[in-house]
């Protein structure tokens, strides 16, 4: 059934996209002045891959929707074939410890950031074609079909978190397979597939989760530190120390845009993993606020959509994406404020970096499409 764009969410992605370009703009000067030479250098580069995530933003926007659903395997293979990639020594490169990136031209990409709309894409596509009741608009729960069982459904759906969690540990990136499993565990609870599923699932991620975490000592010290900054105040520490540090000499109101101090190499990540400390220092607590309500504004509107929807794919792919990104915010905030360990995951439209704002900015333009056509 065509409906009428939703232009609610289109104003929200519009609000976050040139929000986060103009924050970063000021943020990331310092940075780039001392280590290019060039104030605009970080911004520059974000503002290319904005400007390829709108390129699939438009395309993924005028797609069909069962062409999308079609191509959603071809789109999954071609994600691992990448995660392969990044394990072999002259593609693959190295950060901090970890292989997470493929180098092409010096430029370097972060293929677990796609596979978030790419395995939502795939388990939406898996799920809506084992039932043949059509959902009923204002339910988002959907007709479940009397031959989903266990092999149909959990199983190959088991088998694939199974999959990317290999992928992602020895990625060594717990935080990205964290929302992943978030994402299709939702998707796969409000299918109305049987309850036992999902808690099995989850059960199971929850004892992998805890195995990885103990059997890795920086991670335990990750999350000792969590519960106790102060084991480790100059070192991994340091980091929520001078988070907490920046929010509160924000106050209520902030200092002002542009006018952190901790982003003068003071607070490591500022970029990325800590950017939300600096909005709270330069706009203060009502800016977060403000920003926390923007992210909530874009679940419930992504729900309503998933609510109105004739079509069980369209109606699984606008949940998966509204949870991953509205999910992914709140860690990153949680993080920020020492209600969450920190994890190296992005705040959505606003940290540094191409992979994950072209990844949203694609997934946005599916959920805009969803809400016209789903």
Same mark, same amino acid.
């Given at each position: 059934?065509?409906?009428?764009?939703?232009?609610?969410?289109?104003?929200?992605?519009?609000?976050?996209?040139?929000?986060?370009?103009?924050?970063?703009?000021?943020?990331?000067?310092?940075?780039?002045?001392?280590?290019?030479?060039?104030?605009?250098?970080?911004?520059?580069?974000?503002?290319?891959?904005?400007?390829?995530?709108?390129?699939?933003?438009?395309?993924?926007?005028?797609?069909?929707?069962?062409?999308?659903?079609?191509?959603?395997?071809?789109?999954?293979?071609?994600?691992?074939?990448?995660?392969?990639?990044?394990?072999?020594?002259?593609?693959?490169?190295?950060? $901090?410890?970890?292989?997470? $990136?493929?180098?092409?031209?010096?430029?370097?990409?972060?293929?677990?950031?796609?596979?978030?709309?790419?395995?939502?894409?795939?388990?939406?596509?898996?799920?809506?074609?084992?039932?043949?009741?059509?959902?009923?608009?204002?339910?988002?729960?959907?007709?479940?079909?009397?031959?989903?069982?266990?092999?149909?459904?959990?199983?190959?759906?088991?088998?694939?978190?199974?999959?990317?969690?290999?992928?992602?540990?020895?990625?060594?990136?717990?935080?990205?397979?964290?929302?992943?499993?978030?994402?299709?565990?939702?998707?796969?609870?409000?299918?109305?597939?049987?309850?036992?599923?999902?808690?099995?699932?989850?059960?199971?991620?929850?004892?992998?989760?805890?195995?990885?975490?103990?059997?890795?000592?920086?991670?335990?010290?990750?999350?000792?530190?969590?519960?106790?900054?102060?084991?480790?105040?100059?070192?991994?520490?340091?980091?929520?120390?001078?988070?907490?540090?920046?929010?509160?000499?924000?106050?209520?109101?902030?200092?002002?845009?542009?006018?952190?101090?901790?982003?003068?190499?003071?607070?490591?990540?500022?970029?990325?993993?800590?950017?939300?400390?600096?909005?709270?220092?330069?706009?203060?607590?009502?800016?977060?606020?403000?920003?926390?309500?923007?992210?909530?504004?874009?679940?419930?509107?992504?729900?309503?959509?998933?609510?109105?929807?004739?079509?069980?794919?369209?109606?699984?792919?606008?949940?998966?994406?509204?949870? $991953?990104?509205?999910?992914?915010?709140?860690?990153?905030?949680?993080?920020?404020?020492?209600?969450?360990?920190?994890?190296?995951?992005?705040?959505?439209?606003?940290?540094?970096?191409?992979?994950?704002?072209?990844?949203?900015?694609?997934?946005?333009?599916?959920?805009?499409?969803?809400?016209?056509?789903?």
């Amino acid at each position: 059934m065509k409906r009428h764009l939703n232009y609610h969410l289109l104003a929200l992605i519009t609000i976050l996209t040139v929000g986060g370009l103009l924050f970063l703009s000021t943020l990331s000067a310092p940075a780039s002045l001392k280590i290019f030479g060039n104030p605009n250098y970080y911004f520059f580069r974000q503002t290319i891959s904005v400007l390829i995530g709108l390129v699939l933003f438009l395309i993924l926007l005028k797609l069909p929707l069962h062409i999308i659903k079609k191509i959603a395997p071809i789109l999954l293979i071609i994600n691992a074939i990448l995660l392969v990639l990044v394990f072999i020594p002259v593609v693959g490169a190295e950060f $901090w410890g970890a292989k997470r $990136w493929i180098n092409i031209g010096g430029k370097t990409i972060q293929p677990s950031e796609f596979l978030k709309l790419t395995s939502i894409l795939y388990v939406s596509s898996l799920i809506s074609t084992r039932f043949s009741k059509s959902p009923k608009r204002g339910n988002i729960n959907i007709s479940r079909k009397s031959g989903n069982n266990f092999i149909e459904v959990f199983l190959p759906f088991f088998i694939l978190l199974g999959i990317i969690a290999l992928f992602l540990v020895f990625q060594r990136d717990l935080g990205t397979l964290g929302i992943i499993i978030v994402a299709l565990l939702t998707i796969y609870l409000l299918a109305d597939t049987p309850l036992w599923h999902t808690i099995l699932s989850a059960s199971i991620m929850i004892l992998g989760a805890v195995s990885l975490i103990a059997l890795e000592p920086y991670r335990v010290k990750r999350f000792l530190v969590f519960l106790n900054p102060e084991i480790d105040p100059l070192g991994i520490g340091f980091q929520l120390r001078q988070s907490l540090i920046a929010i509160g000499s924000g106050g209520i109101f902030g200092n002002g845009l542009g006018m952190s101090t901790q982003k003068f190499g003071f607070l490591p990540q500022a970029m990325s993993d800590s950017i939300f400390a600096i909005l709270g220092e330069e706009l203060g607590i009502l800016g977060g606020i403000v920003l926390i309500s923007l992210f909530l504004y874009f679940i419930w509107l992504g729900l309503k959509i998933a609510n109105k929807s004739d079509d069980k794919f369209a109606k699984l792919t606008a949940i998966g994406i509204s949870t $991953w990104i509205t999910f992914q915010a709140f860690i990153n905030i949680m993080s920020s404020v020492g209600m969450f360990p920190l994890t190296g995951i992005p705040l959505p439209f606003f940290t540094y970096g191409g992979s994950h704002i072209i990844t949203e900015l694609a997934a946005c333009g599916i959920l805009l499409n969803i809400s016209k056509h789903g």
